[in-house]
C-alpha cells in the first residue's frame, strides 16, 4: 500500500511558541522591575506564564503582616488557582526584575488544555514539579537550619541543578526578602551572607554571584555550613 501524502505547511503545536505569541484570550505584557502584576482579593480570572524575569509572590495576613511565599522565574506559571475554582487572589504578584509574561483568559487556558494535548502535558509537568518544590520546601522548614535555608534558596535561586551545569548567576534579592523567604531575621541573614562571602561560596556586593563551592558544602554536610558552628 502506497504511503499517504504528508499534509505540507501543517505546524506540529509547540506550547512555548503558542505562549510567546498575542491571540484571542492571550496578551503579552512588558513589567518593569517591582511593577505589580495583581493583588491579593483580585478577581481571578486569568493565568500568566514567565517568558523572562522573576516574580515575587506576597501574602497580607489580617494583622497587617506581609510574607513572601514564592520566587518564580522563567518558564513558570502563575495565577492558574483561577482553574480550580478561585475566584479571589490569594496573594499579590510584583515583578523583581524586567518580566515579559503572557497572560491567558481561564477560558483560552481551559480551551488549549481540552485541544492541545502537548500543552496538557507541558502545563501537567510544571505543576508536578511545583508540587515536588512544595515537599521540598515543607521538608526544609521542619528539618533545616536557617543557614542550610539560606543555603538552599541561593543554589535554587542561581538555578543549580538545571540542564547544562551550573553557573554563576547574579540574583538580584534585598536580605528582608531573603529573611522572610526562609523564616528568619534580616540580622541572621546578613550574618550567614558574610559568612557564605568569606569562604568563598558567594559573591556579594549588592548583587549576589553564587559558585559552586556552596552546592558542594551543603552536599558535604559538613559544621561550615551549619547554624551552630
Known sequence: MPNSPQ??????F???TFLSRDGAGKTIGRYQKNQK?????????????IRNGKVKLTVVSVHGREAVIGLLRE????????????????????????????????TAMLAVLAKEPK???????YLLSRNSRIEDDLIDQLF???????????LLLANFGKEGGPVPIPVTLSQETLAEMIGTTRSR??????????????????????HRSLLDAVLRDKPQIREDE
Open 7 to 12: 499534509i505540507h505547511g501543517a505546524k506540529e
Open 14 to 16: 509547540d506550547p512555548l
Open 37 to 49: 502584576i495583581f493583588s491579593q482579593g483580585d478577581v481571578a480570572d486569568t493565568v500568566f506564564f
Open 75 to 106: 518558564s513558570q506559571f502563575f495565577g492558574e488557582g483561577c482553574l480550580n475554582g478561585a475566584k479571589l487572589r490569594g496573594a499579590t504578584s510584583h515583578a523583581v526584575e524586567e518580566c515579559l509574561i503572557t497572560s491567558i483568559t481561564k
Open 119 to 125: 500543552f496538557s502535558a507541558f502545563f501537567l509537568a
Open 144 to 154: 533545616n537550619s536557617s543557614e542550610r535555608r539560606l543555603a538552599r534558596l541561593l
Open 189 to 210: 541573614v546578613s550574618f550567614f551572607m558574610n559568612k557564605f562571602r568569606k569562604k568563598g561560596f558567594i559573591n556579594y556586593n549588592g548583587k549576589i554571584e553564587v
